[in-house]
């Protein structure tokens, strides 16, 4: 969607490296979200945010963290990044009318 | 806490043929959105349709529909005249509708195989 870019698209990482994703939006919405896809699981919530400083945990936060200091960028980081880590990492915000609207993604290995 | 299940991991249909895919849920709430989300192999996560619970009338979106047995918390998608770009996999997908920061919660996925 246009609204909404995730960088970098693929990113291969060292074991203990910290990581930062990149999601910008220029929607100027309220929320956004960051998910984690693997087999078997479908997408599950890391962080999620409503509004400029304002996060909070998902299901699935251990060994990440977020910011949110602009409206438009919400930034992931792995901070000491592990091989469990490994995942296709989507970025979401929310325009209002009940789904949301997704970034196309950044796979994500650690090595 | 609210979850989805999706039963079939995989399922093949025939081109143009018709196939449906299942999905069952769990709430306690009166009040909600239910979700199909299609991903291809682009990876793009694709809002198919959307159900909102309120609603007795099942949503249709073209070739794709649903079936909202609110009772049975059952959210079936109906795609009819399969094409092979409908090959994907398909996400259920719940979120409550009390609030407008209520997270979406999905299922683990169905993939599609469209046989031509």
């Known amino acids: 969607d246009a609204g909404i870019t995730q960088s970098p698209r693929h990113k291969v990482t060292e074991t203990g490296t910290p990581v930062t994703l990149r999601c910008h939006q220029t929607?100027?919405?309220?929320?956004m979200y960051w998910y984690r896809q693997d087999p078997g699981h479908g997408l599950r919530l890391i962080h999620y945010s409503y509004g400029v400083k304002d996060t909070d945990k998902g299901e699935v936060s251990d060994g990440y963290s977020v910011s949110r200091s602009k409206t438009e960028d919400f930034l992931l980081t792995l901070e000491s990044a592990t091989s469990s880590q490994t995942s296709v990492y989507f970025c979401a915000i929310n325009p209002g009318a009940g789904g949301y609207t997704f970034g196309s993604g950044t796979r994500l290995t650690v090595v | 806490a609210q979850t989805v299940t999706q039963s079939q991991p995989e399922m093949s249909v025939q081109e143009a043929e018709t196939v449906t895919l299942s999905c069952t849920y769990d709430t306690s709430e009166s009040d909600y959105y239910l979700f199909w989300y299609k991903q291809p192999p682009s990876r793009q996560m694709i809002l198919v349709i959307r159900?909102?619970?309120?609603?007795?009338q099942n949503a249709t979106e073209n070739r794709f529909s649903v079936n909202f047995q609110k009772a049975a918390k059952s959210f079936s998608l109906k795609i009819s005249d399969s094409q092979l770009g409908d090959a994907a996999m398909y996400f259920c997908?719940?979120?409550?509708?009390?609030?407008?920061?209520?997270?979406?919660?999905f299922g683990k996925g169905t993939r599609l195989h469209i046989l031509p």
């Open positions: 997908a719940y979120r409550r509708a009390m609030n407008r920061d209520d997270k979406i919660i």
């Open positions: 929607e100027n919405h309220r929320y």
């Open positions: 159900q909102e619970a309120y609603k007795q």
